[in-house]
């Protein structure tokens, strides 16, 4: 299984923060960094200060200062770039990192962060998220020499020299969501990763059977997609200091325990042990206090290790 260190910059975390975050990921074993993309705490619990980071700048300067771990986003949104110029973000950062990036991208849900910086909100947003999957793959899979165009409802391109190309022959793209008809069908399209985040093990198995049942509909091996889970990830070596860690991010036990990653070590790798029964290949370990360092730890001896 893999392993990744999931963060949430926008409650307040500067990029020295965010930097000693992804190289810690990196020492203590752990296989990726990723981070939200929002302009906007959310929660009432922080203040937010200093403000907010932008994920593919802060993803793009990882690049060059963390060597090895792979680094993305869970998940853009789609109303924050146009498709054109977002595949050249990515690409210029996969160069910068020697093909370690990943895109996570989706349709979008928190409008306040949208009027707070004069950012459209548009109610129907999923036929974006469409176009933009199929424009920026579009871009990196054209052959050098030849030209890429898309006219859809909500983009156009035209002669398109589709550059710059990144290293991977294919960006890893990851979709999510718990919808249970297009989400499916546009993991199964486009996705090489499906994520499913915050809900309990049932949910799950619905879930990737979901996506399973979309790819062989159209004629792709469901094997070939990656199976993944994100988790808000409290734990403490014993109850007092789970539930210290829980209030600490106004998070409820219970819910933690439940939808998410939460209790002693013991219990949260035998969570983790039924999903990786379910199919589970990646976890997303979503940590909110960045500054607690040995949970962090913790987390890299006590509930990674047991699966190395």
């Known amino acids: 299984m893999e392993f990744c260190l999931f963060t949430e910059p926008q409650q307040g975390y500067d990029y020295e923060t965010l930097l000693a975050s992804a190289q810690a990921a990196e020492r203590l ?8 993309d929002h302009f906007l705490r959310t929660g009432t619990f922080v203040d937010g200060l200093p403000g907010p980071t932008d994920a593919w700048l ?46 996570g991208l989706g349709a979008g849900w928190y409008r306040e962060e949208h009027a707070a910086y004069g950012i459209p909100f548009p109610e129907r947003r999923f036929g974006l998220l469409e176009e933009q999957l199929e424009i920026v793959t579009g871009l990196w899979s054209t052959p050098l020499g030849e030209r890429y165009s898309f006219a859809g409802r909500h983009y156009t391109l035209e002669d398109s020299p589709a550059l710059p190309k990144p290293v991977q022959d294919r960006v890893p793209v990851i979709v999510g969501g718990s919808g249970p008809t297009r989400t499916p069908r546009v993991a199964a399209r486009y996705a090489t990763e499906y994520n499913i985040a915050f809900t309990r093990d049932e949910r799950v198995r619905e879930a990737f059977d979901r996506v399973r049942s979309a790819a062989e509909e159209i004629g792709r091996d469901p094997g070939d997609l990656k199976y993944s889970t994100a988790h808000t990830t409290v734990v403490g ?17 219970e819910s933690l325990r439940t939808a998410n990653l939460g209790g002693t070590a013991a219990e949260v790798v035998d969570r983790i042990g039924r999903l990786r029964d379910l199919g589970a290949e990646r976890i997303h370990l979503q940590v909110i206090d960045l500054k607690d360092e040995d949970h962090v730890q913790l987390l890299a001896d006590e509930v990674v290790a047991p699966f190395r």
């Open 29 to 36: 074993g752990f296989d990726g960094w990723f981070r939200s």
């Open 58 to 103: 802060t993803l793009a300067a990882l690049a060059r200062e963390v060597p090895r771990i792979r680094l993305g986003t869970l998940v853009s949104s789609v109303t924050f770039r146009h498709p054109g110029l977002l595949a050249i973000q990515v690409a210029q950062a996969d160069r910068m990192s020697g093909g370690r990036m990943e895109l």
């Open 237 to 253: 070596r014993t109850e007092a200091e789970f539930r210290r860690r829980a209030e600490s991010i106004g998070a409820d036990p």
